[in-house]
């Protein structure tokens, strides 16, 4: 539900919004919430509500693509090295050991500064910091698929590897991989939020939801809406990207979700 | 398991390797010219020229690959550009903060992590038990410098009882807020996953049999129930705890808290090149040292585990 | 650090094949171990932090927004850094707190002709460790600042010196244009006549440190008011009275600076009473001043620092086009929204509290003429990138720019890097435009030109905007060769009128920065610059 709210509105901002985001408006600044505007408005008069349906999809485009580019390259090598082991599997986990001990903000600064704070930065600094855990994960997931006896029946039916590996073993561990998905969105738009408070993440005058609140902290005890207002949306979006996880774990396996039920 | 333990060390040499290449390929191909940083606004290219020549940033690019391994292999991690200061003496001064602070936010973590999750479990589907869960869900998800601002905003501007910043004469009412921050989404986790595995264990026979025993039931729950909740436990407090100590860049910066994590957003900023590198590959080394531990503490707890092939984890 | 990953680990950490998870009880008895550990852990911590509250001694708590890296006057090149060189190391001169010159080390000095310079030396100046200043320590650190084995980056504050190139490049072996005739008297004598000479004496990198003493700890031995007592990187610097110092301050035991870096920590940090001078944010601006509890604390200072809109004028190279983005900007509204209206437009680049400063008009706010000069030029539809820092202020200033400028038809777009790489890609001239500001660290008009605007800085020497105007040079360093006060403030205002009309800026507004003092100060003084402060008179109650 919460999600489906975020989702609309950050997906029919344009036609939703009642105003236009970057639409400054000097005389209108730091109005407190109303009837005319909602949410308040910012330190240049612009609606607060508009800029935090506008800011949904700057965040949950960066979450989403991000997400996928991570879960695309953890899948495939995940798969790759659980399935083939050996030599593809050193290589796959040492990588991935080098990813996971790399502090991940360090990365995300530097192909920040690299490329620029763009969006497409943002996407591939996550995606690139993402991969190593959803690598482990299918790993995993593959490694124990194997040992099964209907996929050793399969192999020794002389089904070729890529056939055995798309109809079966990727089907199997498309479950988690789902789950891991959902939460990992609420972790990229955190992740998001957090780059813009150190200032590089979204480029003004676009809204995001992470610059939305650091910047209304400046104006914490004079306008606190600018920064509680998009504080509050980001918590409640990570909240549902988290619920929607739970939820689909133990709808699908409820085995895996063991120790999480609630 | 010391054979296994062995071999695990050695697996460092090769992850440090790589960690340190891609730092030093990634902050060759990186804009910003760490001599910048150290001219101010107003310089000339001579200076510059001088400067670079000075930290044999003329060099080609192999050469000085060549010569930052060969200082590593010699436990050199060099000079900061900036500070001039040794960087291996920067990260021992700097550490001892940030482990204090990581100390602090597990010990909340786990503590309060434990106590809510078990009090949920005990008072299961009552008020209570809603809004723990409730409390713990909303948790994980705040943004931390979020967090941390208003909790300054409550409990020092508002309330007055606590220090907003600094690590003041060292006492731990400094800690307090930092620490709460740090520690929020960890011990939001910890209490739902005590919560289900004491759930699940009510359940389990062993523990009515328990029960049949006699035994009052806190004490089931608490020893019976908490140790199947440890393991997730420990991989949290694993993963939480190694990332603390690599520096908690946001909850620093709101708290002024100088620790490893300060260090490194500054050395990044300034392009000090030395700093960086040294101050990545100490957080590595002691990401690794955290998860081996996690891992060997699996093995001892759970007898099940085979560390064989824990060896990825 | 690791943001997102920790979380994506620890997704992972709960998925793990269920092998450990299958349900029978663990056979270790570890039930509570680990809670047991982590109470353990807290009592410890407990017991290591048993210390009372911050002692309430007289000390001045101040705020620095970052950390000083290096606290020798030859390398020091922030703000942080030379406000503390300047506390504890005297130069010749020094600044009183309102910006003007004040004997320090030299009690006296004279000059005829603005080349030769004769110092004398108070006889009472002293290094922190008793010993007398002598003109051969002054000596000693000048070349030591021109020596290329101290790399300071601040060598071209003493370049001008005759003789200063060849020592440099190692053809002489000292310095010749300077002279010590006796222990108490200097004599400094430049290439050619320098008039702003004196003011940028006072600069850190022209402090005078025991050249004996470098290299045997951090921080060097000097000579000035306040002496480092005690330095942990990242968090703090505190400074005591230095007990042979002249000026030696009586009210207060010590100065102590601590490192918060965002704003929002140190207005806590002021309202719980352990900051005892705060710089204002500008959001919060208005809040203080309708409080009449404090508006009376308030300290309102005009900074001698200009806010410009740089154009690349390589690339504008028509002047109506840069003059319409001047006509198209609401500076006074900006003023307004973001400042409380204390800023003041600026119509030149010299600030008000300078000689040369002139109030003058020009670019009124008129989108409409904006627009026609725009077409007159066959510009319109400009589209340019606009580069600026990450500040939160910059962000404000350019996201109003950008709306101004729409208004007119031209489409900005803002690309906000951190400072490294800003300043690299801004300084090789590769931008369109760039947001930046300039402050003065001598308060002399030449500081605000000749870097500015003269073409031998294009780049990283200052003139950013690459302007490049063969007449507006020479007539900059005539300037800098007068010697009457008055005759150079109105050169200076003349060729800062000129550039004006030439628009290489959208000039923009000197800030105005308001302060406030803790109840338990009296007697600060909010200095003109930062290196012009002086605690002598400050007392501080428990």
Redesign the interface.
């Known amino acids: 539900m919460l999600i489906l709210v975020v989702v609309l509105g950050g997906l029919f901002a344009p036609w939703l919004a009642p105003y236009d985001p ?3 408006a ?1 005389d209108d ?1 730091l109005e407190p919430p109303s009837v005319g505007h909602w949410l308040g408005t910012d ?2 008069g612009r609606d607060v509500l508009s800029r935090v349906m506008y800011g949904a999809r700057f965040s949950l485009e960066v979450g989403v693509v991000s997400r996928l580019l ?1 879960l695309m390259l953890g899948t495939c090598l995940g798969l790759v090295a659980g399935y083939y082991g050996g030599r593809a599997d050193q290589i796959v986990m040492r990588v991935a050991d080098v ?2 001990a790399y ?4 990365l ?1 600064i530097a192909v920040m ?1 690299a490329v ?2 763009s969006k497409v930065a943002l996407f591939l600094a ?1 995606g690139v ?2 991969w ?3 690598a ?2 299918v790993r ?2 593959v ?2 698929l194997k040992e099964r006896e209907f996929v050793t029946a399969i192999r020794s039916l002389g089904a070729p590897h890529s056939r055995v590996i798309a109809r079966h073993v990727f089907p199997n561990v498309l479950t ?1 991989i789902l ?2 998905f959902s ?2 969105l ?3 738009i ?2 998001e939020s ?2 813009s408070f ?3 993440g979204a ?3 676009r809204p995001s939801w992470g610059s939305m609140i ?2 209304g ?6 306008a606190p809406w600018l920064s509680l207002a998009p504080g509050i949306v980001v918590t409640l979006a990570v909240l549902g990207f988290n619920l929607v ?1 739970d939820a689909l ?1 133990d709808f699908f396996d409820p ?2 979700g ?3 039920r609630r | 398991m010391l054979a296994y333990t062995f071999r695990r060390i050695l697996w460092f040499v090769p992850i440090l390797l790589g960690v340190a290449t891609v730092t030093f390929l990634l902050l060759h191909v ?5 001599v ?10 001579e ?2 020229a ?2 670079r020549a ?1 930290m044999h940033l003329d060099a080609p690019l192999y050469e000085r690959y060549a010569r930052y391994l060969a200082d590593l292999a010699r436990f050199d991690l060099g000079t900061s550009y ?4 040794p960087v291996w003496e ?1 990260i021992r ?2 550490f001892p903060h940030t482990l ?1 602070l990581a ?2 936010a ?3 973590a ?2 309060f992590g ?1 106590t809510i999750g078990v009090l949920a479990a005990w008072r299961r589907g009552s008020a209570l038990d809603y809004m723990l869960v409730g409390g713990a869900v909303v948790g994980v998800s705040m943004p931390v410098f979020w967090l941390g ?1 208003l909790l ?2 409550v409990f ?2 508002r309330l ?1 009882i606590l ?13 307090v807020l930092p620490a709460l921050t740090l520690a929020m989404a960890s011990t939001a ?1 910890i209490a739902r996953i005590t919560r289900s595995s004491v759930l ?2 009510i359940h ?1 026979t ?1 523990v009515k049999a328990a029960r049949a025993k006699g035994a009052g039931e806190s004490r089931v729950l ?3 129930a ?3 909740a ?8 694993g ?2 705890f190694g ?1 603390y100590l ?4 946001l909850t620093e ?4 808290w ?1 620790g490893l ?4 957003l ?1 050395a990044i ?3 000090d090149l030395p700093a960086i590198q040294g101050a990545v590959l100490f ?1 590595a080394i002691l990401f690794m040292a955290v998860n081996l531990l996690v891992d060997l503490l ?1 093995a ?6 085979k560390l064989s092939r824990g060896a990825q ?1 | ?23 029978a ?4 008895p ?6 047991v ?3 353990l ?2 009592i410890v ?2 017991a ?8 309430s001694s007289p000390m001045l708590e101040l705020a620095l927004e970052t ?1 000083p ?2 606290l020798d006057p030859a ?1 020091a ?2 703000v942080a850094e030379g406000e503390i060189c300047a506390l504890a190391f005297d130069g010749l001169v020094g600044l009183a707190p309102d910006g003007a010159l004040s004997p320090a080390l030299a009690r006296a000095w004279d000059t005829a002709d603005g080349r030769r310079y004769v110092f004398h030396l108070d006889a009472r100046a002293r290094f922190s460790d008793g010993h007398p200043v002598r003109a051969a320590d002054v000596r000693a650190s000048f070349e030591r600042v021109l020596a ?1 084995a101290t ?1 300071s ?4 504050v003493l370049e001008r010196i005759r003789g200063a190139k060849a020592f440099r490049n190692g053809s002489a072996a000292s310095v010749a244009g300077i002279e010590t005739p006796d222990d108490s008297t200097l004599v400094v004598e430049l290439e050619e006549p320098f008039a702003p000479f004196l003011s940028m004496l006072a600069l850190p990198a022209a402090r005078v440190v025991d050249v004996a003493s470098v290299g045997a700890g ?1 921080v060097p031995v000097g000579s000035g008011p306040w002496v480092i007592s005690e330095w ?5 610097v505190v400074l005591v009275p230095n007990p042979h110092h002249a000026r030696r301050a009586l009210g207060i035991e010590g100065v102590r600076y ?8 140190r ?3 002021f ?2 009473g ?1 900051i005892d001078v705060l710089e204002i ?4 601006v ?2 203080f001043l309708s409080d009449p509890a404090r508006s009376a604390r308030l300290l309102e200072r005009a900074e001698l620092r200009v806010f410009y809109l740089g154009l690349n004028n390589a690339r504008y190279q028509d002047v109506r086009v840069r003059r319409a983005l001047n006509h198209a900007v609401n500076v006074p ?1 900006l003023s ?3 400042q409380a209206g204390a800023a003041i437009p600026a119509h030149g680049a010299i600030p008000p509290g300078i000689p040369g400063h002139r109030e003058r008009a020009g670019y009124d706010y008129d989108p409409m003429r904006a627009q026609a000069l725009l077409r007159e030029a066959g510009a319109e539809n400009l589209k340019l990138e606009v580069w600026l820092r ?3 202020e910059g ?2 200033v ?3 720019v ?2 101004y400028w729409r208004a007119v038809g031209v489409d900005a777009t ?8 800003f ?3 801004v ?1 090789a001239g590769k931008v369109d435009a760039f947001l930046l500001d ?1 402050f003065g660290d001598y308060p002399d008009a030449e500081n605000f030109l000749f ?1 500015l605007f003269h073409s031998a ?1 294009r780049g ?3 003139n950013r905007s690459f302007f490049s105007d063969p007449e507006v040079d020479r007539m900059i360093e005539d300037a800098s060769r007068m010697l009457d006060p008055q005759a150079r403030a109105d050169a200076c205002a003349h060729i800062d009128s000129l550039v004006f009309a030439r628009a290489p800026w959208v000039y923009l507004y000197f800030p105005t920065t308001f302060h406030i003092v803790s109840e338990r100060v009296t007697g600060y003084r909010l200095p003109k610059l930062y290196l012009a402060n002086d605690f002598s008179g400050v007392r501080v109650s428990r």
């Open positions: 970057t639409a400054i000097m600044a330190a240049f991570a990813t996971l502090p991940g903000l360090l995300l500064a620029g704070p996550l910091v993402g190593a855990g959803v482990r994960l995993a997931q490694l124990s988690p789950v891991i939460m990992g609420g972790a990229s955190m992740a957090s780059l150190l200032g590089l480029q003004p005058p650091s910047g902290l400046d104006y914490l005890r004079v996880g774990r085995k895996l063991r120790t999480q | 990186l804009p910003g010219d760490p910048l940083s150290m001219v101010g606004e107003r310089y000339d290219a200076t510059l001088r400067l000075e900036v500070t001039g200061v920067s001064g700097r204090r100390a602090a597990m010990a909340i786990v503590v434990v601002v300054i905003y020092s501007m007055g220090p907003p910043s600094g690590f003041g004469n060292g006492s731990i009412a400094y800690l986790y699940d264990e389990e062993y608490v020893r019976h908490l140790r199947n440890l393991l997730p436990i420990i991989t949290v407090v993963v939480d990332s690599s520096g908690a860049v910066s709101i708290f002024a100088p994590g300060r260090f490194t500054d900023m300034k392009r957080m699996y001892r707890v759970d007898p099940r585990v984890t | 650090m690791r943001l997102e990953r920790r979380n994506a680990a620890r997704r992972a950490s709960r998925l793990t094949p269920p092998s450990y998870a299958a349900g009880p663990a056979a270790t570890a039930g509570g171990r680990v809670a550990l982590a109470v852990l807290l911590l407990l290591s932090g048993c210390g009372g509250e911050r002692a950390a890296n290096r390398l090149v922030d290329p790399a980056p601040r060598a071209w951090d942990v990187r990242g968090d703090r601590r490192v918060i870096p965002e704003p929002f920590t207005i806590a940090e309202e719980a352990s944010p500008d959001a919060e208005p809040r509204e307004r929204v973001l990450e500040s939160a962000g404000r350019m996201e109003a950008q709306g803002l690309v906000r890097r951190e400072w490294s790489a300043k690299e890609t300084s300039w870097p800085n990283g020497g200052g």
